[in-house]
């Protein structure tokens, strides 16, 4: 008999009802779908793999998700008003300790061309081929966009909070810039090679511990979507087969593109010392308060803002806000920090999902796990697991961690099923680009971790359908991504057609 039940991405039915098909972190919460260009979608963070990047750590926080390529002529600009940030908490107590904090800011170049002897303002993006690189641009380019990244050390009310801005090498600037989405192979011919132009070295204020002179990496830009997930058949009662093949499926996101910051730094920037390896991390967005729309708006001023800002957005470990936290909670979860999570604690203790596999698909023989509290839950999610990346002050805060001090694993050599295959340096030690989160997570929800570690949180027995090898039936691996530096590939380009395409004139 063919067992169908809940993955790690449905919830019950009046969930689907009122929340959007979503992914990773993909429009998670009811709020969120109204400010879709601060939506965080994926968080992932490793000790870089490229060749040459030993102690390195990288750190890729992704947004505004379900991007059409074809989607002009505005495509897919960021917040102007928001903060973009990623926090690093190395001591355990759930408040950040190291945060990168973005700003990205439009200019309408405002190019005209000659109409009847008028100059008159065109309503295109580009008005020709796109060859651009920082520090310049191209002509044809009616809007370019860049950005500011302030690292700020310390907690907020914290008296030796620090913040300044990274700054360029070359030149001392600290203004990035960030290339143009993907239009189309006619107007940006090889856009993967435009876009590595975007790789830039910036300085890191006051440097890191032993290393006043520290220099990290950092690009901001579109991406192809580095999710894999089966979002239509989920949500259409989990209509495929969780224990079939796991490449059985396609992957709908195979299509999207996505919005990316990546930063990565020396491993002595994030972590406490080297006797304190682990280092946890989420990402947020925030927006000011009060925000009114303007009578007459302009290019760059669409509304007036004031007042403090205010976080809308939060992502640490996947599909935790999914499939965890309850409807009524979510909005309240993307607001917050990980050191009050102990307020939100019975969502992982005494999780739903497992118990509502159980009721819809028991008679196939899958039972939910009866260990309570689910201690084996808190750990992959809200501590760390002892003897791998262990970080709490005995509280539980729910985060990524990273042991920074595993040695990274090569693309070829990586098992996306990470530690549950043997390979620590993945998930969820950390998370990879090529970390089949879904399936990993699956099992784990379904108790896994009593079999891997028995008597350790809970025995085999109590998880009988533990070792069922659960999967959403959409592969995802390394081989999907580059080997270097930010890692997620070149986007999907917005026109199907190359770079002499149907409509160019002799």
């Known amino acids: 008999m063919r067992i169908r039940f809940v993955l ?113 303002s065109v309503p295109l993006y580009n008005v020709g081929p796109i060859v651009d690189a920082p520090g310049s641009r191209s002509p044809n380019l009616n809007i370019l966009e860049s950005y500011t990244m302030w690292v700020i050390k310390g907690a907020v009310g914290n008296a030796g909070r620090t913040a300044e801005l990274a700054t360029n090498p070359n030149g001392g600037g600290a203004r990035f810039g960030k290339p143009a989405d993907n239009v189309g192979q006619k107007s940006i011919a090889d856009y993967a090679t435009y876009a590595s132009n975007f790789v830039q070295e910036f300085n890191v204020p006051g440097g890191c511990a032993g290393n006043p002179n520290a220099r990290g990496r950092v690009f901001v830009g579109q991406r192809k979507e580095s999710f894999a997930v089966n979002v239509g058949e989920i949500f259409d009662l989990i209509n495929l087969n969780p224990i079939g093949a796991r490449d059985a499926e396609p992957n709908p996101l195979e299509e999207k593109n996505i919005t990316t910051f990546a930063v990565e730094v020396p491993v002595e920037c994030v972590r406490r010392n080297a006797n304190s390896p682990v280092i946890g991390g989420w990402q947020t967005a925030a927006l000011p308060r009060n925000r009114v729309l303007r009578t007459n708006p302009d290019f760059a001023n669409p509304t007036t803002d004031g007042g403090d800002y205010v976080q809308v957005s939060r992502l640490g470990m996947p599909l935790v806000n999914e499939v965890v936290i309850g409807l009524k909670d979510k909005n309240l979860f993307n607001a917050a920090s990980p050191k009050g999570d102990a307020a939100l604690a019975a969502y992982v203790t005494n999780p739903t999902l497992p118990e509502i596999i159980e009721i819809l698909f028991g008679g196939a023989g899958v039972r939910a796990p009866n260990n309570f509290p689910r201690t084996d839950l808190v750990a992959a999610f809200a501590t760390g697991i002892d003897g791998l990346n262990l970080l709490s002050d005995g509280q539980p805060h729910e985060m990524m961690r990273l042991n920074t001090s595993i040695p990274a694993v090569n693309a070829a050599q990586q098992n996306n099923l990470g530690v549950l295959a043997g390979d620590n340096a993945g998930f969820p030690n950390g998370r990879r680009p090529g970390d089949d989160v879904v399936d990993i997570e699956l099992r784990v929800a379904m108790g896994v971790l009593c079999h891997a570690f028995p008597g350790v949180f809970c025995t085999p027995a109590q998880a009988p359908s533990g070792t069922l090898p659960y999967t959403d039936g959409v592969l995802q691996d390394a081989s999907q991504f580059d080997s270097e530096f930010p890692y997620l590939r070149a986007p999907l380009p917005g026109s199907p057609n190359g770079p002499n395409g149907v409509g160019t004139l002799p």
Request: net charge negative.
């Open 8 to 120: 790690a991405l449905s919830i019950l039915a009046t969930a689907v009802a009122l929340a959007p098909a979503s992914a990773s972190s993909h429009r998670e919460a009811p709020g969120i779908t109204e400010m879709p260009k601060v939506d965080s979608t994926d968080l992932y963070m490793f000790n870089s793999y490229e060749l040459g990047r030993t102690g390195y750590v990288t750190l890729i926080a992704n947004y505004q998700p379900f991007q059409d390529a074809w989607g002009g002529p505005n495509y897919f600009f960021l917040d102007p008003d928001a903060f973009y940030r990623i926090h690093i908490d190395n001591t355990g107590d759930g408040v950040e300790d190291l945060t990168f904090q973005f700003r990205v800011a439009p200019r309408l170049v405002d190019i005209k061309i000659p109409v009847g002897g008028q100059q008159v």
